[in-house]
């Protein structure tokens, strides 16, 4: 019997560790991701399911201090411009805690907003929960989440493109192509890229 017991407490012990490194994994392609709601430069609160004419959403995670995001901005901007017409706009998450990186405090995302102009939401994830969740390593990184009903499907995890530094010399667009995919009702031709940047500045416990 006793045998029984520790045997009992290994299997659940041996799962309760899977699971737990799995949550850690963040979201896949094909999960459905949750919303959430956080403070947008503007001081309201984004989420979302407050936008009821999107088909889905260019969740990136991106912040003001990282120049892989600088080089990135503007292809950001023109991500936007191109697909929240066809319902799916950007909204870019910071993730980094301000303690760690001072740059990316509320304050500053608000300056860099105005100085770049943003045309797409910036919010901050203060609490780091939401980023978490997601399971962002990267700054930039980008969620493309297709509307299904009331569930957010992940369709593509990664980066922008194949070329940080120079825009015109990319050779692969991931997202635009997981996005002209999505929107054709095509297979997404590479659902998963590695997203090449910054990491993300974690609180410290």
Same mark, same amino acid.
């Given at each position: 019997?006793?045998?029984?017991?520790?045997?009992? !407490?290994?299997?659940? !012990?041996?799962?309760?560790?899977?699971?737990?490194?799995?949550? /850690?994994?963040?979201?896949?392609? *094909?999960?459905?991701?949750?919303?959430?709601?956080?403070?947008?430069? @503007?001081?309201?609160?984004?989420?979302? *399911?407050?936008?009821?004419?999107?088909? *889905?959403?260019?969740?990136? !995670?991106?912040?003001?201090?990282?120049?892989?995001?600088?080089?990135?901005? @503007?292809?950001?901007?023109?991500?936007?411009? /191109?697909?929240?017409?066809?319902?799916?706009?950007?909204?870019?998450? +910071?993730? +980094?805690?301000?303690?760690?990186?001072?740059?990316?405090?509320?304050?500053?995302?608000?300056?860099?907003?105005?100085?770049?102009?943003?045309?797409?939401?910036?919010?901050?994830?203060?609490?780091?929960?939401?980023?978490?969740?997601?399971?962002?390593?990267?700054?930039? /990184?980008?969620?493309?989440?297709?509307?299904? *009903?009331?569930?957010?499907?992940?369709?593509?995890?990664?980066?922008?493109?194949?070329?940080? /530094? @120079?825009?015109?010399?990319?050779?692969?667009?991931?997202?635009?192509?997981?996005?002209?995919?999505?929107?054709?009702?095509?297979?997404?031709?590479?659902?998963?890229?590695?997203?090449?940047?910054?990491?993300?500045?974690?609180?410290?416990?």
């Amino acid at each position: 019997m006793k045998l029984k017991v520790q045997h009992l !407490f290994g299997f659940l !012990f041996a799962f309760l560790i899977c699971h737990s490194i799995q949550a /850690q994994d963040g979201y896949q392609v *094909g999960d459905k991701a949750s919303d959430f709601k956080l403070k947008n430069v @503007d001081g309201s609160y984004v989420s979302m *399911g407050d936008h009821d004419d999107a088909e *889905g959403f260019l969740v990136i !995670f991106s912040c003001n201090t990282c120049p892989y995001v600088v080089a990135y901005e @503007d292809r950001m901007i023109a991500l936007h411009n /191109q697909f929240a017409p066809k319902g799916y706009p950007v909204i870019a998450i +910071n993730p +980094n805690d301000d303690g760690a990186s001072p740059g990316d405090s509320f304050e500053k995302m608000k300056e860099r907003a105005d100085a770049k102009n943003f045309p797409f939401a910036y919010v901050y994830d203060e609490t780091q929960e939401t980023t978490k969740e997601y399971g962002a390593t990267n700054t930039p /990184q980008v969620y493309l989440l297709e509307k299904d *009903g009331n569930d957010y499907i992940v369709k593509y995890v990664g980066a922008i493109d194949n070329n940080y /530094q @120079d825009a015109s010399s990319v050779t692969k667009k991931y997202v635009e192509d997981a996005m002209e995919a999505v929107l054709t009702g095509d297979e997404v031709p590479e659902k998963k890229t590695k997203a090449v940047g910054c990491t993300i500045k974690w609180r410290k416990s």
